[in-house]
């Protein structure tokens, strides 16, 4: 069965305190691994895709990486406004359109 | 643009009633999605659309539920009747998909409907 695993659930940061969150994914024939910011009391909004394993993105103060079995979202030096909550997301094999998410890091960054 | 666009922002509604959740995809997007985001099944799919036409509903719970999209700027998402386990946050997507078989590159959420079912 397709799934898809996020840890930990919650992680507290200082300001300028660097982590990681981890996505674990099983999925066959990976079409693409999503992740997606949600702040509260809103949607979740795209930040990155990645399709293969060894790439990487970043935008700002955010770099996901890929290897064929998990991704992670490495936060340099973040700031308060960085808190959130971090979804990811995969295609389930052989079925287009759709996305299935972890269930998110909840990121709190403490000045 | 103005993105996409739900109503109401929260329902409060008793046992039984009939709740209908509305959603304004963005102009020009092809598929629109029906998600729910509870505390403990996080955010599941319920229903999707491609042009107007319902691909996949395994998503939706049971016979209570049920979605329509008329033409390609609405689409309801009714609850009749509704009971307590309902109560959930209900969020609509839209993007723009080149055909039902494709990877979704990039969903565009709502603010979401928070529903609570009393």
């Known amino acids: 069965e397709d799934q898809v695993t996020q840890s930990p659930e919650a992680l507290r940061l200082q300001e300028g305190e660097s982590s990681s969150l981890n996505c674990s994914y099983t999925?066959?024939?990976?079409?693409?691994l999503f992740w997606y910011r949600q702040d509260p009391g809103k949607g979740p909004e795209f930040l990155f895709t990645?399709?293969?394993a060894g790439e990487e993105k970043e935008k700002e103060r955010l770099k996901a990486t890929l290897t064929k079995k998990e991704s992670f979202l490495h936060i340099t030096a973040p700031k308060p406004e960085d808190s959130a909550t971090y979804l990811c997301?995969?295609?389930?094999?052989?079925?287009?359109?759709?996305?299935?998410f972890g269930q998110g890091t909840e990121l709190s960054v403490k000045p | 643009d103005a993105g996409v666009i739900q109503s109401p922002r929260h329902e409060v509604t008793e046992m039984g009633q009939e709740v209908t959740l509305r959603c304004k995809p963005i102009?020009?997007?092809?598929?629109l999605f029906w998600y729910r985001q509870t505390m403990m099944r996080g955010l599941e799919l319920l229903i999707y659309?491609?042009?107007?036409?319902?691909?996949?509903d395994s998503g939706m719970p049971e016979d209570r539920f049920s979605a329509k999209m008329p033409n390609a700027s609405f689409s309801t998402l009714k609850i009749q009747p509704s009971e307590p386990r309902d109560s959930a946050v209900y969020f609509c997507?839209?993007?723009?998909?080149?055909?039902?078989?494709?990877?979704?590159?990039?969903?565009?959420f709502g603010s979401g409907t928070q529903l609570s079912v009393l």
């Open positions: 997507a839209s993007s723009l998909l080149r055909d039902t078989s494709a990877t979704n590159e990039k969903l565009f």
């Open positions: 999925v066959s024939g990976l079409r693409g």
């Open positions: 990645l399709y293969s």
């Open positions: 997301a995969v295609p389930p094999y052989n079925q287009g359109g759709k996305l299935i």
């Open positions: 102009s020009g997007h092809n598929s």
């Open positions: 659309f491609n042009n107007n036409v319902p691909i996949d």
